[in-house]
Each structure stands twice: as structure tokens, then as C-alpha cells.
Nanobody, 122 residues
Framework: QVQLVESGGGSVQTGGSLRLSCAAS????????MGWFRQVPGLEREGVAA???????RYAESVKGRFTISKDNAGNIVYLEMNSLKAEDTGMYYC????????????????WGQGTQVSVSS
């Protein structure tokens, strides 16, 4: 069973920064497409960033230049560094993982973490 454990959410003012972490097993970390989604109540969950097994990345247009997804090989952790945060970045952020092919098409959707809340206020 694939387990993804997120941490790092919180409240921040506009323009601030947060770093989210997603811990996974070594097998998942090294072989799967991994990514981050966010969801606002009443709206569909949207892909924010993804990273494949060799480190190639994908970003939603709304976060390009502000968010960075990266991998920490030592701890089997995927990070989402979020800078210059805006009020519209508020939402529940979910770590996701899926088959490696999913990164070539978009974002992984097979497995999900429990989510971590990010709130950005002015």
C-alpha cells in the first residue's frame, strides 16, 4: 500500500513563503510520478506541480516562477517550496503519486495523502 504523509501547511501573509513536505517509501519515491494538488471548497482539485523519477518537473501556469517542486534523496521526501504567496493560493494541498507515465501526461492521481491546509491572508 502506498502511503504519503504531508506536513508543512499553515497560515501566512500575502507575499510570504511556506514549504510543504511529502514523505513516501523509497520504492514510491524512486519510481513513481509524484506531485502536489490543491483544492478549494466547491472547486475541483487542481494539479499544481509534478516531478518524475529523474527530476523533470511540471507546473501549473498560476504558480510558475513562484513554486518549486524538488526531491530529497536522503529522506525520500518531495518538497513544494511556495514563495510570493497570494490569497488565491489558499486551499488544502494534497501530495499525490502515480505510475511513472502519468508525469508525461500531467499529474499523478493514483494515490493521495491526507492533505495539509495552506491559508494566505492579506
Amino acid at each position: 500500500q502506498v502511503q504519503l504523509v504531508e506536513s508543512g501547511g499553515g497560515s501566512v501573509q500575502t507575499g510570504g513563503s511556506l514549504r510543504l513536505s511529502c514523505a513516501a517509501s523509497e520504492y514510491v519515491y524512486r519510481r513513481y510520478c509524484m506531485g502536489w494538488f490543491r483544492q478549494v471548497p466547491g472547486l475541483e482539485r487542481e494539479g499544481v506541480a509534478a516531478i518524475d523519477a529523474i527530476g523533470s518537473t511540471r507546473y501549473a501556469e498560476s504558480v510558475k516562477g513562484r513554486f518549486t517542486i524538488s526531491k530529497d534523496n536522503a529522506g525520500n521526501i518531495v518538497y513544494l517550496e511556495m514563495n510570493s504567496l497570494k490569497a488565491e493560493d489558499t486551499g488544502m494541498y494534497y501530495c499525490a503519486a502515480g505510475g511513472s507515465y502519468q508525469c508525461s501526461r500531467g499529474y499523478p492521481t493514483d494515490y493521495w495523502g491526507q492533505g495539509t491546509q495552506v491559508s494566505v491572508s492579506s
